[in-house]
């Protein structure tokens, strides 16, 4: 062999030395990225349900601070029984259902303690002045195109016709488009979804699958084409307020007693902050009221007897005071004229006196 080839047979073999070293490190690199990946797979479940957590978290405090805090009324319904004739007991519960949509108030609860007030007859077959004056403020809430609907023929609804409407922004005129109307439920098509009376000249069509003479919140979006090519959808009452910022209208609770309008809320975080007004509340001027930051604030307003005489009548709060029952006690009226403030009277002066300090607490949120 001449030195030519020894020189080439050795640089070959020396090659494959080479070639064979370097494919030992690329199996070991292998086997650590292998090992390396596979711990990855090992720890990617467990990153993966921490950001899910961390994203669900960050989502459900987003939507907590979407939605609004609620402001509710409570109010007692033996200021009915104080009203001397069917027309002028009308008038009262008008003048309830105008300050509640002037003021935006959510929801307002009506409280009973009449002795048959747990069948909600005050005999004879007649209605309690709290199941009336539920009744009248449901009426004038909805709007004016769905009450035919929605209410039947009663003896109580003989006055409504002299009431100012509430005009409120969901009382849609015929002529007005709105993204979102309050419609009531028709005959329903399984292949196709539910018609909607909306208050226009056609009825619309929603995708979902519902119940005839049902209460629904459409939303109608810009597309003005009122044929069934044109599909809309039913969304929760809350989402025109959470979406235009909007007043809605309220809701209206009926109770037996002043405990049942504490105990039974309809939110699930409850009332986290609840108002009593009276003449011996306390007094502080309205531009010095500091609320504490609330979701769901409660306001309560006494009957004839005030607020004190409730709490005496409601076997559930024996022995509890006013101050054991309220979160503060304010009188929003001091140095009074005359001797009684009438309970319509005292919801215009404590919500235009609760204006201030509500705002200044939704602004801590």
Same mark, same amino acid.
């Given at each position: 062999?001449?030195?030519?080839?020894?020189?080439?047979?050795?640089?070959?073999?020396?090659?494959?030395?080479?070639?064979?070293?370097?494919?030992?490190?690329?199996?070991?690199?292998?086997? /650590?990225?292998?090992?390396?990946?596979?711990?990855?797979?090992?720890?990617?479940?467990?990153?993966?349900?921490?950001?899910?957590?961390?994203?669900?978290?960050?989502?459900?405090?987003?939507?907590?601070?979407?939605?609004?805090?609620? *402001?509710?009324?409570?109010?007692?319904?033996?200021?009915?029984?104080?009203?001397? @004739?069917?027309?002028?007991?009308?008038?009262?519960?008008?003048?309830?259902?105008?300050?509640?949509?002037?003021?935006?108030?959510?929801?307002?609860?009506?409280?009973?303690?009449?002795?048959?007030?747990?069948?909600?007859?005050?005999?004879?077959?007649?209605?309690?002045?709290?199941?009336?004056?539920?009744?009248?403020?449901?009426?004038?809430?909805?709007?004016?195109?769905?009450?035919?609907?929605?209410?039947?023929?009663h003896k109580n609804l003989k006055f409504v016709g002299l009431?100012?409407?509430?005009?409120?922004?969901?009382?849609?005129?015929?002529?007005?488009?709105?993204?979102?109307?309050?419609?009531?439920?028709l005959e329903s098509d399984p292949s196709k979804g539910t018609?909607?009376?909306?208050?226009?000249?056609?009825?619309?069509?929603?995708?979902?699958?519902?119940?005839?003479?049902?209460? *629904?919140?459409?939303?109608?979006?810009?597309?003005?084409?009122?044929?069934?090519?044109?599909?809309?959808?039913?969304?929760?009452? @809350?989402?025109?307020?959470?979406?235009?910022?909007?007043?809605?209208?309220?809701?209206?609770?009926?109770?037996?007693?002043?405990?049942?309008?504490?105990?039974?809320?309809?939110?699930?975080?409850?009332?986290?902050?609840?108002?009593?007004?009276?003449?011996?509340?306390?007094?502080?001027?309205?531009?010095?009221?500091?609320?504490?930051?609330?979701?769901?604030?409660?306001?309560?307003?006494?009957?004839?007897?005030?607020?004190?005489?409730?709490?005496? /009548?409601?076997?559930?709060?024996?022995?509890?005071?006013?101050?054991?029952?309220?979160?503060?006690?304010?009188?929003?009226?001091?140095?009074?004229?005359?001797?009684?403030?009438?309970?319509?009277?005292?919801?215009?002066?404590?919500?235009?006196?609760?204006?201030?300090?509500?705002?200044?607490?939704?602004?801590?949120?």
């Amino acid at each position: 062999m001449n030195r030519v080839h020894s020189e080439a047979a050795a640089a070959a073999k020396e090659q494959r030395k080479n070639d064979k070293r370097e494919k030992r490190k690329k199996h070991k690199d292998a086997k /650590e990225d292998d090992c390396g990946a596979s711990m990855a797979e090992e720890e990617a479940p467990k990153e993966k349900k921490q950001k899910q957590k961390q994203r669900k978290d960050k989502d459900e405090r987003e939507e907590k601070k979407k939605l609004k805090p609620t *402001v509710s009324i409570a109010v007692a319904g033996s200021i009915i029984d104080n009203a001397q @004739s069917l027309e002028l007991a009308t008038l009262l519960a008008g003048q309830i259902a105008r300050a509640a949509t002037v003021f935006r108030i959510d929801e307002v609860v009506v409280f009973d303690s009449t002795p048959a007030a747990e069948n909600g007859s005050a005999g004879d077959g007649e209605e309690s002045g709290a199941r009336f004056l539920v009744r009248i403020l449901e009426y004038l809430e909805t709007p004016q195109y769905l009450r035919r609907r929605l209410f039947p023929m009663h003896k109580n609804l003989k006055f409504v016709g002299l009431l100012p409407p509430l005009d409120a922004p969901h009382h849609v005129r015929k002529h007005e488009w709105s993204e979102f109307r309050e419609g009531v439920t028709l005959e329903s098509d399984p292949s196709k979804g539910t018609l909607v009376d909306v208050g226009l000249s056609k009825n619309v069509l929603v995708e979902q699958k519902l119940e005839p003479g049902k209460r *629904v919140t459409v939303a109608m979006g810009t597309n003005r084409d009122l044929t069934t090519a044109c599909i809309r959808k039913v969304v929760p009452p @809350s989402t025109p307020r959470e979406q235009m910022g909007s007043y809605w209208g309220y809701k209206v609770r009926y109770t037996s007693n002043l405990s049942g309008v504490l105990k039974n809320s309809p939110f699930k975080e409850e009332y986290d902050h609840i108002i009593g007004t009276s003449e011996h509340g306390q007094i502080v001027n309205s531009s010095e009221l500091t609320l504490p930051t609330f979701r769901h604030l409660l306001i309560a307003f006494g009957g004839l007897a005030g607020l004190e005489e409730s709490i005496e /009548e409601d076997t559930n709060l024996k022995g509890k005071r006013a101050d054991d029952v309220f979160t503060s006690y304010f009188n929003t009226c001091p140095n009074q004229g005359s001797r009684t403030i009438r309970t319509e009277e005292a919801l215009l002066i404590s919500l235009q006196y609760f204006q201030d300090p509500i705002r200044r607490a939704e602004q801590k949120l």
